[in-house]
């Protein structure tokens, strides 16, 4: 198998990480997280199969979809993906969860609760353009 077909072999549990909208947050305790928010995916990402519906322009059709040297020198990639699993010099970024913890603001907490319940249009018209 080519490394650009690696995503094909990636693991169900991967897989739900990749491609949604994700929140760096940091903790009471100050520690940080990288929480998914789990009702705002790509909106290019089939859900059901979790592939990509335009994969061969979604650079085109996506400015925020990362190349694979973008995501790796991002440290946006889990450390169990395959296109990094095997190099010991990657140090990831961020472990990715989709629970929310306990040493949450509550402030923090509520605003990442509105984010889930928002029309995922609302989302993006929102969030999307201050990470550009």
Request: charged share 30%; proline share 5%.
């Amino acid at each position: 198998m080519t490394k650009k077909n690696l995503c094909l072999q990636c693991s169900e549990e991967n897989k739900k990480y990749c491609c949604y909208n994700c929140v760096i947050v940091i903790g009471k305790s100050g520690e940080r997280y990288n929480i998914i928010i789990k009702n705002q995916p790509c909106k290019f990402l089939d859900t059901k199969t979790l592939k990509c519906l335009v994969f061969k322009n979604r650079f085109k059709l996506n400015p925020y979809c990362l190349t694979i040297k973008e995501a790796i020198k991002a440290n946006a990639l889990l450390k169990s993906c395959l296109y990094v699993k095997d190099n010991e010099k990657y140090e990831g970024g961020i472990t990715k969860i989709d629970y929310y913890p306990d040493d949450l603001p509550k402030h923090v907490l509520l605003r990442l609760q509105a984010m889930e319940q928002m029309r995922p249009e609302e989302f993006r018209r929102m969030f999307l353009p201050l990470i550009l």
